[in-house]
């Protein structure tokens, strides 16, 4: 039986790892990009619930899948969200000063409201102990970021754009969206199609920051 889950194989196996492959997974990486403008056409159900199906397959310490999403496409609650959003942007832009806050308060740095699609990513503590995090319990959260990866490429790959919004308060949007008990949410993701195609990260663009080479050690 074929599964339903892309990139699975009717038998199990992986494939043959074609140069083809490497070259699209590198084109995906190389493409993808953090959006912050969106248009308003609307993302199919069908296409969301393929792009979930990432988190089926991405990997988690000690096979925990210790994460909840939660899909939000209600204006009301995009609305409170944003307000988190603004207010703690504020505050951050007191850590700025001169010409560097001039600058910050001339970005883009949500979509919360006009993206079509949002989804806030959730860390949600599995029962007893797990496998793999005695010394270093964070990798549970750390599972968590890595499906959001997986996902940013895999909507990437689908020819949308995702924006992730770190500029928010978890307890309060915790407390505004649905979410199991005892989670906290790490992320809200727009996600739609981009209103503008970005050559290059929009902060290099504007000056902010620029990417830097990998600084690595051999031994």
């Known amino acids: 039986m074929t599964s339903d889950v892309p990139g699975e194989y009717p038998d199990g196996a992986p494939g043959a790892g074609a140069a083809g492959d490497r070259d699209a997974l590198w084109r995906i990486m190389a493409t993808r990009r953090d959006h912050r403008h969106f248009r308003p056409d609307p993302v199919p159900r069908e296409t969301v619930e393929r792009l979930l199906s990432v988190f089926e397959l991405a990997p988690s310490v000690g096979l925990s899948q210790p994460w909840h999403v939660t899909v939000i496409t209600d204006p009301a609650l995009k609305r409170e969200v944003r307000e988190s959003f603004a207010d703690v942007r504020e505050r951050e832009r ?5 010409g560097r806050r001039e600058l910050y308060d ?9 993206a079509p699609v949002g989804l806030v990513v959730s860390f949600v503590p599995p029962d007893g102990a797990t496998l793999g995090t005695t010394s270093m319990p964070a990798a549970l959260e750390y599972s968590v970021v890595c ?14 754009g995702m924006g992730w919004v770190s500029l928010v308060d978890p307890e309060r949007v ?3 969206v649905p979410v199991p008990e005892g989670a906290r949410p790490l992320a809200y993701l727009c996600i739609g199609t981009p209103a503008r195609q970005l050559a290059e990260p929009l902060l ?10 990998v600084d690595v050690t051999w031994r």
């Open 94 to 98: 007191e850590r700025f000063s001169g």
């Open 106 to 114: 001339s970005l883009t740095l949500e979509a919360i409201e006009t």
């Open 147 to 160: 499906a959001i990866a997986h996902l940013w490429l895999a909507v990437t790959a689908e020819g949308l």
């Open 174 to 176: 915790a407390a505004t």
């Open 204 to 213: 290099h663009t504007v000056g902010w920051k620029r990417r830097q080479n």
